[in-house]
């Protein structure tokens, strides 16, 4: 199974940037890409942004803007970079396999916290 591991999560102050990183190992060779959803305290999940294997990108269109999504294949990793960071970014950001070529689509990491003050 690709196994997705977040990190680059952290405490930042309002106005800064960070770039989280979404690292699964097999994601290419099992023809996946891969989105970014955040979810806030007592609010429901909501999704950022994905980017497709031939690196086609989608952002929702309450939050693009702020947010870059980009990928490094030898690395099977996937980025969010998050600019103008504000307190409502605030929550655990996750990374899911996507894309209707995905051998294993649906699949989860366990999420980063970023925690905006």
């Known amino acids: 199974d690709v196994q997705l591991v977040e990190s680059g999560g952290g405490s930042v102050q309002a106005g800064g940037s960070l770039r989280l990183s979404c690292t699964a190992p097999?994601?290419?060779?099992?023809?996946?890409?891969a989105g970014w959803w955040r979810q806030a305290p007592e609010k429901d999940r909501e999704w950022i942004s994905s980017?497709?294997?031939?690196?086609?990108?989608t952002y929702s269109n309450d939050l693009q803007g702020r947010f870059t999504i980009s990928q490094d294949e030898a690395k099977d990793t996937v980025y969010l970079e998050v600019k103008n960071l504000k307190p409502e970014d605030t929550g655990m950001y996750f990374c899911?396999?996507?894309?209707?070529?995905?051998?294993?689509?649906?699949?989860w990491g366990q999420g980063t916290q970023v925690t905006v003050s």
């Open positions: 899911k396999t996507v894309g209707y070529r995905c051998k294993q689509p649906g699949h």
């Open positions: 097999g994601l290419t060779a099992n023809w996946c890409g």
């Open positions: 980017i497709g294997i031939d690196g086609s990108d």
